[in-house]
Every structure is written in C-alpha cells, then in structure tokens.
C-alpha cells in the first residue's frame, strides 16, 4: 500500500468524536482566516436560507429540537424563535456552543434548560416532546444512523416531522463518516420509519458543494430496521481504507491523465485493474464529462456490469465491487449523456486489515 492511502478509524465515542470535531474547527477557522471572515458571513447567509426552507414546513409555536445547532446567530433566531414562537431546543455534542446557547435562550423567555449536551445519537429529552426535528449538516457525522434516527423519532409526536440537509456521495474527510449517495439517504430515511414528502438538491453552503435537503414524516409501518442497518455499514468508512489512484493495486491502459487526487481514464477502451484482498468499492467522479463504462472481474469479460456514470450534479460515487472474484476492471466503453469518453477514477475502499 501506499504512504498515501488513508485509514479511517473508528469513531465511536463522546471523546473520539470531539477530537474530530475539534480537527474539523481548526480546519474552517483556516478558511475563515483565508477569507478574510468573508465565509463566516457566507456561511451564516446560507443557514437563514436553509432555516427559511424548513420555516414552511413548521407551524408557529412548534417545539422544535435542533441537532446540532450550532453557535447562536442572532438574525436567525430572531427568524425562527421571535418572529415564529418556535419553543427552540437545541443539542450539540460542544460544551462551549451549548452554554452559549443557555445564555440566549432566556432572553427570547425559554428555559437555559432547552439546549443540551450530548452526542447525536442519544438525546436527553423526553419521548413525543417534539413536533419538528431540525438538523442542517449534522447526521453524516453519526457513528450509529440506525440509533440517531431511532431517537429522532422517539422524541417527535406520532405525526412529527423531520426536516434535515447532509452532503452526499464520498469524500475523504474523517468527520463524514457515511458515503450514501442520494438515493442511500431517502432510502434510509424511508427504512428509519419516515415518509419522504418533499426533498431537493442544490448549493447552498458555500465551499460545501451540493447538498441534500430531506423532509419526511413519521411512518413507522415503513420502517425495516434490518435493511437500514445494512446500509449503514456497507457505507460506512469507519475501519476502511483509502487506497488512491496511484497506489500499486491499480493499474492503467490507454490514454491516462494523472492527478494528486484522481486519475482520468480518457477515451474508449481505456481501463483501470485492481489487485487487492478485501475490495468493497471503487470511487469514480460522476458528472457532466462522464462516460459509460463496463466493470468485470477475472477473465470472464461477458460477465460486467454496464455502468453510466454521468450526473448533473458533480459528486464522487461508489461503484459497489464486493463479492467480484479476481483483478476487478474497468472500462470505459462510450458515453451517452455525457460531454466525453471518460471516467474519473478517486480509488478505492479496501477493508481495513
């Protein structure tokens, strides 16, 4: 393996997780210094218009848990708790935003109480307390889906309502600990025990990318406990390895473009073989220059799979690879929406040994 594949480990405690998100901190206050604090203003822009999605949806005077919630911002609670009597709770697994918070709330007269510390995966409030359940950027950051929607839905009435956004698709930072696609998430909402009612993509976090904005009710008859845990762990990368496109396990034929991060199979009849015990997936960029590529395994070139990777909306997606027997291999075979014969190869995920 290479020295510069990356190892994602474990995240499973109230201790792990501060140690991420201190790392993740330490990471935007850099940007923030680049910017100038240009971003903070963006960064706060953009979670009003997020909060003024969700604002449809709530009625006024709901009780309204926020996971996650973040450092106060005065315009939006003005938004959501003065202007809409939102009865606010919010719970964030950092001790310091969570007694800022317990300074603010008084003044909009609720309790300090209403906002917690904890983890997203147990939340310290009674069952059926809540009408609305609001996170914005939060539940990729959950080291158990399966118990964070369970306690979602403990804590909203029998015809409560969630309205979250997440990113999706992979990338290789430590504190998204999920690489679900957009179908994952839905899929997974519906297996939590909720109805999807309403959802849609786009960009509004600035340096964040695309995102998915999910609203869904209680509906506990579709709820498959089993399935959902599935999902989670097949796309988890906790205990996973980043193996990148120049590690020794792949190798090129045909006309390759070389990057630090990605390499670009460019044109027709270009491949790319693995080597490697224990693949789970391959990680291809699907966006508008996507072509249509075959995935094989062995010798045994009639038994591929035809996959398209084209999208409109620019992400990395996983190209599921387990079970396949031998050197696995991809092909680029034509395009159909697509803007080129290409493929965009990111690596791949290997079980941790």
């Known amino acids: 393996m290479s020295s510069s594949n990356k190892v994602f480990s474990s995240v499973n405690s109230h201790d792990a997780l501060n140690v991420v998100n201190d790392a993740q901190k330490a990471d935007f206050d850099k940007m923030v210094a680049i910017s100038g604090g240009a971003l903070v203003e963006q960064r706060q822009t953009a979670y009003l218009t997020r909060w003024q999605e969700a604002l449809v949806y709530i009625p006024r005077g709901a009780r309204l848990l926020d996971i996650g919630g973040g450092w106060p911002i005065e315009r939006i609670w003005r938004a959501v708790v003065e202007e809409r009597e939102v009865r606010y709770h919010l719970?964030?697994?950092?001790?310091?935003?969570?007694?800022?918070?317990?300074?603010?709330?008084?003044?909009?007269?609720?309790?300090?109480?209403?906002?917690a510390v904890g983890p997203n995966t147990h939340f310290p409030f009674s069952s059926g307390g809540f009408d609305v359940v609001f996170s914005s950027h939060c539940l990729e950051h959950s080291p158990d889906l399966a118990q964070t929607f369970n306690e979602i839905s403990r804590v909203l009435t029998p015809e409560g309502l969630l309205f979250f956004a997440v990113p999706f698709g992979f990338d290789d930072s430590d504190e998204h600990l999920l690489y679900l696609d957009i179908e994952d998430w839905l899929n997974a909402t519906e297996m939590a025990g909720f109805e999807v009612i309403n959802y849609h993509v786009g960009q509004v976090y600035p340096m964040s990318g695309w995102d998915l904005c999910v609203i869904a009710r209680r509906a506990p008859a579709l709820a498959n406990e089993e399935g959902l845990q599935n999902l989670v762990k097949r796309q988890s990368k906790m205990q996973k390895v980043l193996a990148r496109p120049a590690d020794p396990i792949f190798s090129y034929a045909g006309p390759i473009v070389r990057k630090s991060d990605h390499h670009i199979l460019q044109g027709q009849g270009t491949s790319v073989t693995v080597v490697a015990d224990k693949l789970e997936a391959l990680l291809f960029r699907r966006h508008a220059w996507s072509g249509i590529v075959q995935v094989t395994a062995g010798k045994d070139a009639s038994s591929g799979k035809i996959i398209d990777l084209y999208s409109r909306i620019p992400t990395i997606g996983a190209v599921d690879v387990r079970g396949l027997s031998g050197p696995v291999t991809v092909?680029?075979?034509?395009?159909?929406?697509?803007?080129s014969e290409q493929a965009v190869l990111h690596g791949a995920l290997l079980e941790a040994p």
Do not use: C, F, K
Not at 93 to 114: H, K
Not at 331 to 339: A, K, P, S, W
């Open 91 to 115: 719970l964030d697994i950092e001790t310091a935003l969570v007694e800022a918070a317990q300074e603010w709330l008084p003044r909009y007269g609720l309790p300090a109480s209403n906002a």
């Open 331 to 339: 092909t680029v075979i034509g395009r159909d929406r697509g803007h």
